[in-house]
């Protein structure tokens, strides 16, 4: 086996984390010698040891001579655990292979730096790419302090994400509901507005597959919402939060009563055309550390995210109905020029259930 097989081989090993280790990244390690696995590991839980220490840990024999293969480059600050540096220089290991260099600047290239120091080999960029894709939460969060954002559309063959009444359920497969789930545990949080939380009335936890809930967003401008909504009322974990305009602080009994609920509340300023300005409501969240924002609708609220170039990529449900009638994703946006439409790549599709998952970036 190769570098680049024991680099993959880490990757997967990460991915075992997600959900848990949020703000930190994902990281996986395998250690060899004599072209045998001798220890593995991966970044269980935030505030735990890190991936290369689990993988020392777990060592069957002596670590003198070894490769240490880790998808990004390991820490040489103190943090909530010691230098993972340092456990790599005492014991011994002979080469370090390495994914990718960290973006945060407190380790980026030190790590490198000191490893060389102490005369261990090593080797950066194996599936350097595929080592960013991976962690492109932490990295977006750490470089631009606000959350990666990603838009969830659920939409028929001619774009339509519910009928004349707003009714929704259910446009994708069960399959892809089920999909759903699974990026809500890997997302940090799940962000609706107030139109959404209105009529479906949601809870926006996992239910349809294993993993951890994330934090529940709603954005509502005016404060307008009921108390009674299941988001606020089954609201045990304290992972509400209502999003709203500094205006709403005149609203002293609805926000007692919210409060009294759990919801934690947060106060961003509007835009100019009366919005709430996402570029701070992101800020807000990024104080929480919260590195990863899943945009499940509706109509206004993904129309705000494009409008104000908010988001990093979409993943685009279609499923093989055609309404006709009905509202689209971006109602509100009115582009009347071809030329200006937003443009944007197709990264990636496959077929879930009956339905076309389309991945777009910018």
């Known amino acids: 086996m190769n570098d680049e097989t024991y680099i993959q081989l880490a990757i997967e090993i990460a991915k075992r984390g997600s959900g848990y280790v949020s703000p930190n990244p994902l990281v996986g390690c395998v250690i060899t010698k004599n072209n045998r696995i001798i220890g593995a590991g991966y970044h269980q839980k935030f505030g735990e040891n890190h991936a290369e220490i689990n993988a020392i840990n777990s060592a069957v024999e002596s670590l003198e001579g070894s490769t240490l293969y880790v998808n990004l480059e390991p820490c040489s600050h103190f943090g ?75 939409q028929t063959l001619d774009g339509k994400i519910a009928d004349d009444s707003n009714y929704s359920q259910w446009i994708s497969s069960s399959e892809s509901r089920k999909m759903v789930h699974s990026l809500r545990s890997e997302y940090d949080a799940v962000l609706i507005g107030s139109r959404t939380a209105s009529i479906d ?124 009638g009905g509202i689209s994703a971006f109602n509100s946006i009115k582009i009347h020029d071809l030329k200006k439409a937003f443009r944007l790549k197709i990264k990636n599709s496959e077929i879930i259930g009956e339905d076309l998952l389309v991945e777009l970036t910018k």
């Open 80 to 154: 909530h655990t010691p230098p993972c540096v340092d456990k790599i220089i005492e014991a011994k290991i002979k080469r370090v292979v390495i994914g990718t260099l960290d973006v945060n600047p407190l380790v980026s290239g030190n790590g490198v730096k000191k490893l060389k120091k102490a005369g261990i080999e090593v080797k950066v960029g194996v599936h350097e790419k595929e080592c960013t894709e991976l962690n492109k939460f932490f990295f977006k969060y750490i470089t631009k302090k606000i959350p990666y954002v990603t838009l969830k559309i659920a």
């Open 201 to 324: 009335n949601p809870l926006l936890t996992v239910r349809l597959t294993e993993g951890r809930n994330p934090w529940r967003i709603v954005l509502d401008t005016n404060l307008k919402l009921k108390t009674d909504l299941r988001l606020f009322k089954q609201n045990s974990d304290g992972k509400t939060i209502l999003v709203t305009s500094k205006e709403s602080l005149t609203k002293k009994s609805k926000i007692k009563k919210l409060s009294e609920d759990g919801v934690r509340i947060i106060f961003v300023k509007k835009n100019g055309n009366g919005k709430l300005n996402l570029k701070s409501v992101l800020k807000e969240l990024a104080n929480l550390e919260i590195t990863s924002v899943l945009v499940e609708g509706g109509a206004e609220i993904f129309s705000s995210f494009l409008r104000q170039n908010h988001f990093d990529d979409i993943l685009l449900f279609i499923s093989p109905k055609i309404l006709g």
